[in-house]
């Protein structure tokens, strides 16, 4: 399973970026899929994140500015990033846990992938 992400680039503060990140490959089904970001010096930190049943959650830094959206036909998801700060300049990364059955009995695996990472700068 491979995750193609895009729409990174530098944008000033106060404008909008959407990235999407569409997973391919070999798969039964998708559980989640997420948008992390890793700014220089520190750890990687969870956005926003939507399960298989629409469920949506988001950190409190990005809540009401940041949009998680998700194409289950394309397996795709797309982060709305709006009123951009300086302070969101990092490199983002897409996540996905997705599920694999290996028998006819049902047995599954659950696994997860990362994109390979997008850069998004805000210029004040």
């Known amino acids: 399973v491979q995750l193609v992400e895009s729409g990174g680039g530098l944008v000033q503060a106060g404008g909008s970026l959407r990235l999407s990140c569409q997973a391919s490959?070999?798969?039964?089904?998708?559980?989640?899929m997420g948008w992390y970001r890793q700014a220089p010096g520190m750890q990687r930190e969870l956005l926003a994140r939507?399960?298989?049943?629409?469920?949506?959650n988001y950190a409190d830094s990005v809540k009401g500015r940041f949009t998680l959206s998700r194409d289950n036909v394309l397996n795709t998801v797309y982060l709305q990033m709006n009123r951009l700060k300086p302070g969101d300049t990092a490199v983002y990364y897409c996540?996905?846990?997705?599920?694999?059955?290996?028998?006819?009995?049902?047995?599954?695996?659950?696994?997860?992938?990362w994109g390979q990472g997008t850069l998004v700068t805000v210029s004040s």
């Open positions: 939507i399960t298989s049943g629409g469920n949506t």
């Open positions: 996540h996905a846990s997705y599920r694999v059955v290996v028998n006819v009995e049902g047995a599954y695996r659950d696994l997860e992938v």
């Open positions: 490959g070999s798969f039964d089904s998708i559980n989640a």
